[in-house]
């Protein structure tokens, strides 16, 4: 296909790539190029590049204008997209041939030369416009108001750049000649881009720091990795340095399209999966306890041992539940100096710095979904000096609008990030927590002797819903923590998160107790009772209050002792801000919810209407769960999102009633007190359930009924099964009447299926159950079984499985009659699942849909599938798009199917398809009699191939179309070709 077509043809995707996101820099990279191999002219390019104009139009008019220029120009256009854009927009679009950029002349002139060498010089330019405009100035070329025009705060540097040489083209000659002759002495030889690189990170450290600079960095760095060296769950006893510790956890981002890579700790600051390159704020986001914390805890660490982030020159951490007890108005400079380190001399050169090199910097907020404010853009603030309150301060600081071009990560759990943070967001990363091998090597790491390492993995793998709690690392510390009440359980083991929790309690209280190990008394919990209600009670009111953080005064208020406090639940706060008095929280926040939970249960004067306003509160903007917290009506109003804390709160209260821990409670909470609660939870849960039913649309005519969860339906489930009752489950499932359930990005893991199938097994008729997008994993896939036969179809498109958790689900798969329907696009197979799949083709014969597109399958694969699809009566759909079955794949599965009597729909989509494969695929054609449609695009079919393809389609008039976009053929072989055979599609 000619350039000129390959433009024409893809104009939407191409102008998509130009503008999508926001930024103008794909278009002025695109532009640059263009200019640089005199495809535009200027004229041209003033003519395309009109900022008052939209992005979408300037997009628009620069592709008619290369088109209008003819075949090579077109050729040199999608050379340069070819260069600008990222691999994965690459992948969507045909560039045809190469076409050659002509040999760069010698530039006549310094003018003429801004333009040839015009992308060199905007990534040159772009770390010292300042300089440039300093000799511009200098040299009478440029006025004052010239450098504000270029150094206007809206643009970013690299429209900046552009902007100065434009306006340096503008003023002739000698302003060209000028900054030339400026460039080359800051760059003395042409060099590598890698040693240019390093160069560069060599000048930026070198960069003439003074002694004040160098030494208050060496400060920070210190004051960092003394914080960061230790992990705060083990009480800082240095017993458990980070290092000994620290377990990769998986980390994701996802880009435009919804396409996820796997990334490295690295890649949190890095240019992987950014949305917005605009925005400099990263977000690392996770539930409760996946690891955030400690990721930038590492991170920091990192940093100070000039491990990684070499290129950030100073790197401040802040703790949002640290920043909800400064009342002050603070500027950016106290900020920074009161809260992270102090400089002992020459705070305003520090300052100064800091002001002058954003990018050399660095800001991570720990905790934003703890921060008492949510997040708001509303009120602007700019300057770096003034005082402000510092929910302001940190909410400008996120948007950019104090200090542009500094670096932030912030952590937060996914609730408290709504739309109007992720404008402001350069990338997402998903922290899923431990993949299955990251439990091991975690484990493994807890124990010096490997035995017991290997005696906790074993009990770990014989209870699977222990297992997939431990994918959460806070609840795999504890698991490992509590290991010897684990080991030697003689009750049952423990399955919920409560039964978890509650294990800590007793280990710690058993810690602490005088008696033998082992020999905790059976009614332990009442004679901890008054420490337990003190310490509940300070958490109830801590979250009511969104505090975590409290000082020795609080906690004397509520009668906690230093005998209380030695337990272990509450440890200092690891502070960097300039503070005298002691600080503390609680181990976790889930810990601290769980204490909650506690206070809500056993205390015995609580108010009759805490447990129904907690589950309330989920719905309506918060109140105080009547308790005793004073607030302003302002705090009450800004916490109208849902909050997790609460959450989990009523996950634990819910765990607490369950019917395991009756005897546990009996003494300290009076069994009609109990039952009154239980049934408080059911009827809130029943009550909360059914404003999602009632929220369920009536089905579109000819579509079927579905319901979408709503976010705390799953939060829903995850009480039910803290609950452990059967007929709860039960009744809920009784008023569910779907035949679809939507639950894609919902964050659901191992964790959530184990509730779902607790819940889900209930249902009265099957579902199609589509999970789309989450981080379900083998373990996720092996904890749904239960409900595999309440699911007549499982949609798992993107969610980590391998062919381990294949071989678990087919294995109770051919035995659940009404299991008909299996999605499993972009995961990690190959061909070791493919005998799975061969036996469920054989095993049973109602099966209807099987699409596996995007994995690994190569023709080996392919030919195990055919073997079992030949055996097969019943499939309609079979869909391989993106695999690498090849021509022997195609001619084994096109054999195997030829007798198929219900294939309706079977692609082989881009898999590497050629004519002799499109030939053994004419004679599925030319036998099939239910086949409707074939699809055969990016594949390498030539025309030989096609003509087989046409001669079989002369004997069926059962297939409605064959695609074949994106084969070996010409456009003129396309338009003959189709010609012969309408039900062609190129
Ligand atoms: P979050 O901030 O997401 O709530 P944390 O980082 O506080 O979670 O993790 C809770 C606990 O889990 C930590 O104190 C630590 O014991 C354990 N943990 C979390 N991530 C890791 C990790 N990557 N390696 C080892 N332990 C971890």
Redesign the pocket.
């Known amino acids: 296909m000619s350039s000129q077509q390959l433009i024409v043809k893809q104009r939407p995707v191409l102008l998509e790539a130009l503008y999508a996101g926001g930024s103008a820099e794909p278009l002025d990279c695109v532009l640059d190029l263009l200019l640089a191999w005199e495809v535009l002219v200027w004229e041209d390019y003033l003519s395309i590049r009109v900022s008052e104009k939209p992005l979408s139009s300037n997009a628009r008019h620069l592709l008619d204008v290369v088109y209008e220029k003819g075949e090579d120009a077109c050729g040199l256009l999608l050379s340069a997209f070819k260069q600008v854009l990222p691999e994965e927009q690459k992948a969507e679009l045909c560039f045809g041939k190469e076409c050659a950029v002509l040999e760069k002349k010698t530039a006549g002139s310094a003018a003429s030369a801004l333009l040839t060498d015009r992308p060199e010089l905007v990534r040159k330019l772009r770390d010292n416009i300042d300089g440039a405009l300093n000799v511009l100035v200098k040299n009478g070329c440029f006025t004052i108001n010239d450098c504000d025009g270029v150094q206007l705060p809206v643009y970013t540097p690299s429209q900046q750049v552009r902007r100065l040489l434009d306006q340096v083209r503008f003023k002739g000659e000698k302003a060209a000649r000028t900054l030339l002759q400026y460039l080359d002495q800051t760059e003395p030889t042409k060099q590598n881009p890698e040693v240019e690189k390093h160069q560069r990170l060599d000048r930026m450290r070198n960069f003439s720091a003074s002694p004040e600079i160098l030494l208050y960095q060496k400060k920070l760095r210190s004051s960092v990795a003394s914080q960061s060296h230790f ?4 009480g800082g006893t240095g017993r458990f340095s980070l290092d000994d ?5 998986l980390l994701e981002v996802m880009d435009a399209s919804g396409e996820t890579t796997t990334l490295e700790l690295k890649d949190v600051v890095g240019p992987v999966g950014i949305l917005n390159k605009d925005a400099d704020t990263a977000l690392v986001s ?10 930038l ?2 991170l920091h660490l990192l940093w100070a041992r000039e491990a990684l982030l070499t290129d950030i020159y100073l790197l401040f951490p802040f703790s949002c539940r640290k920043l909800n007890a400064e009342h002050r108005t603070l500027s950016l400079k106290d900020l920074l100096f009161l809260h992270c380190c102090w400089p002992d001399r020459s705070q305003d050169e520090v300052f100064q710095f800091i002001l002058d090199h954003p990018h050399l910097v660095l800001f991570t907020f ?2 934003l979904d703890e921060f008492k404010q949510g997040f708001t853009d509303e009120e602007r603030h700019c300057c770096p000096t003034q005082p402000v309150p510092i929910p302001t301060l940190l909410f400008n600081l996120l948007q950019g609008t104090l200090m542009k071009g500094v670096m932030k990560v912030v ?1 937060s759990r996914p609730q408290a990030v709504g739309p109007s943070l992720k404008r402001y967001l350069k990338k997402e990363v998903h ?1 899923k927590g ?1 993949s299955p091998g990251g439990i091991d090597c ?1 484990v493994k790491k807890q124990y010096s002797d490997p035995a017991m390492a290997k005696r906790v993995i074993d009990s770990l793998q014989g209870n699977t819903a222990l297992l997939s709690l431990c994918h959460i ?2 609840f ?2 504890i698991v490992t923590k509590c290991h010897q009440e684990l080991l030697g359980a003689e009750g049952a083991i423990p399955q919920t998160i409560t039964d978890v929790y509650l294990l800590v309690l007793q280990h710690f209280f058993q810690r602490k107790s005088s008696q033998p190990q082992g020999a905790l008394r059976k009614d332990w919990l009442e004679e901890h009772l008054d420490t337990v209600l003190k310490l509940g009670q300070l958490a109830l009111e801590g979250l009511e209050a969104s505090c975590y953080v409290f000082s020795g005064y609080e906690l004397q208020k509520s009668g906690l002792t230093e005998d209380d406090i030695s337990v272990g639940f509450l440890i200092y706060c690891n502070d960097l801000s300039v503070t005298d008095c002691k600080r503390y929280e609680f181990l ?3 810990l601290q919810c769980f204490f909650a939970a506690l206070y809500i249960i056993l205390n015995q004067c609580n108010n009759r209407s805490a447990i129904p306003k907690l589950f309330q509160s989920q719905h309506r903007p918060q109140k105080c769960l009547g308790h005793c917290v004073k607030h302003t009506v302002d705090e009450t109003e800004s916490h109208t999102a849902e909050k997790p804390d609460l959450q989990i709160t009523a996950q634990f209260v819910s765990g607490l009633l369950s019917k395991q821990h009756r005897n546990l409670l009996l003494h300290s909470c009076p069994a009609a007190l109990r039952e009154r609660k239980v049934k408080q939870v059911v009827k809130s849960i029943s009550k909360a359930m059914q404003r999602h039913f009632k929220s369920i649309p009536r089905p579109v005519e000819g579509e079927k009924k579905s319901m979408h969860a709503m976010p705390s339906f799953v939060w829903l489930i995850k009480c039910i099964y803290e609950m452990q009752d059967n007929s709860i489950a039960q009744d809920t499932m009784a008023k569910l009447d779907v035949e679809h359930l939507k639950l894609t990005y919902c964050n659901i893991g191992p964790v959530e299926c184990t509730a779902l199938a607790y819940v889900l097994k209930h249902l009265r008729n099957p579902v199609g159950l589509q999970l789309d997008n989450n981080c379900v994993g083998d373990v996720g896939v092996e904890q749904l079984l239960p409900c595999l036969n309440n699911c007549h179809s499982l949609y798992l498109r993107n969610n980590n499985i391998t062919d381990d958790g294949i071989r678990k689900l087919v294995e109770k798969g051919v035995c659940c009659e009404n299991f008909q329907k299996l999605a499993l696009f972009n995961n990690k197979l190959t061909d070791a699942c493919t005998q799975y799949f061969a036996l469920l083709m054989k095993s049973k014969q109602n099966f209807l849909s099987l699409r596996l597109g995007n994995n690994n399958i190569t023709s080996k694969g392919a030919e195990q599938l055919a073997e079992g699809l030949s055996f097969n009566r019943s499939l309609q759909y079979l869909g391989l798009w993106g695999n690498h079955i090849g021509d022997r794949g195609a001619e084994a599965l096109a054999n195997a199917l030829k007798n198929s009597t219900t294939l309706i729909w079977f692609s082989l989509v881009d898999n590497g398809v050629g004519s002799a494969g499109a030939n053994a695929l004419a004679e599925l054609v030319s036998q099939s009699k239910t086949m409707e449609e074939l699809w055969l695009n990016k594949n390498s079919i030539s025309r030989d191939g096609v003509e087989c393809l046409i001669k079989a389609l002369k004997t069926n008039s059962k297939v409605k179309e064959i695609w074949l976009r994106g084969n070996n053929l010409t456009p003129e072989e396309e338009e003959e070709l189709s010609k012969q055979e309408s039900r062609l599609t190129f």
Do not use: M, N
């Open positions: 992990l705060s769950t083990y510790i620290y377990t990769d956890g996770g539930e409760a306890g996946s690891g955030k914390s400690t990721l805890q590492r720990d905790g952590a922290l431990f975690f690392p806070v795999c510390w976790h926040i889930t």
